[in-house]
């Protein structure tokens, strides 16, 4: 069986849709959050091959957490954010979620509904903010909640975007099997080279659930202490945004919906500044956020 290292798809951080670990952040907290996304980005690796079978998948993973934990053996993967966690007295829980999400991404290709989807999302995306957040020393009864919305949302418009290849390459369908019902849509019709009108419907319906819940985020900036932190976050969002209103219109089947470098860098730097225009005048509080994540 081949190692994780091996594993690796040669996908890195600047190759993401949103910023990871931007040059916004200060530079003592970038070490850590780089050595969590590529720790996370092994296991992603892992659970996205497209020639390991599944308990090779789960066994690479359980190498991984118990390298993580002490349990096991070192793993080259492993030993960055191991030696970070330890430096800041955090605990692997964060990694150790996402490392459940992609043994569930090893053997699971369906998702009934929104609420299963939102357990997915709550081990594969939530547990990144929080990790970043708890970094920079933020309350997570202030923080966490908003972040969760701001997370799962940017799962939903991966998973939107990708769709396709998910489906003809792993088999792998996130979009809801009661929305594709919903629609009249079938899950063959992702093999597609263009979205049926019913599959259209299907991706623009979940694109305004991931704007809700991208909505119900929007407080997240005012309510991080760390200013830097919280503009990285202000031009996550927006690009999500912008995402997710691309979706409502647009085919991820026979069009790219991503930001070109300019377009990316406008739409970063105008929600950044927009951050420290307000910060004068915000006063941080605890937020009640809508339970969307929770489904409905």
Request: hydrophobic content about 45%.
């Amino acid at each position: 069986m081949i190692t994780a290292s091996e594993a690796r798809s040669g996908k890195g951080h600047t190759d993401e849709n949103f910023p990871v670990a931007s040059r916004l952040i200060q530079a003592r907290h970038r070490g850590p959050i780089l050595a969590f996304y590529r720790f996370v980005r092994a296991a992603d690796d892992i659970a996205d091959h497209a020639h390991l079978e599944p308990d090779q998948k789960l066994a690479m993973l359980d190498s991984l957490d118990a390298a993580l934990t002490g349990r096991g053996p070192a793993n080259p993967e492993a030993e960055p954010l191991k030696a970070a966690l330890a430096e800041r007295g955090l605990p692997p829980r964060h990694a150790l979620d996402l490392l459940d999400a992609f043994r569930m991404d090893a053997k699971k290709l369906r998702y009934a509904d929104w609420r299963e989807l939102m357990h997915y999302c709550g081990l594969s995306a939530m547990p990144v903010g929080r990790f970043v957040l708890d970094v920079h020393g933020e309350s997570p009864q202030v923080t966490w909640p908003a972040s969760d919305a701001i997370c799962a949302a940017l799962q939903i418009v991966n998973h939107l975007q990708d769709c396709g290849a998910d489906y003809k390459n792993l088999d792998r369908v996130y979009l809801p099997l009661d929305a594709l019902a919903r629609h009249g849509a079938r899950v063959e019709e992702l093999a597609g080279a263009e979205a049926s009108p019913r599959l259209r419907a299907t991706i623009a319906d979940l694109a305004e659930r991931s704007l809700d819940l991208l909505r119900d985020g929007s407080v997240l900036p005012d309510l991080v202490a760390n200013t830097r932190l919280a503009m990285e976050i202000a031009a996550i969002r927006r690009l999500s945004l912008n995402l997710a209103t691309g979706l409502k219109h647009r085919d991820p089947l026979s069009e790219k919906v991503h930001h070109g470098k300019m377009g990316f860098a406008m739409i970063a730097l105008g929600a950044a500044a927009g951050v420290l225009l307000r910060r004068p005048f915000v006063k941080r509080a605890l937020v009640e956020v809508p339970a969307r994540t929770r489904g409905r």
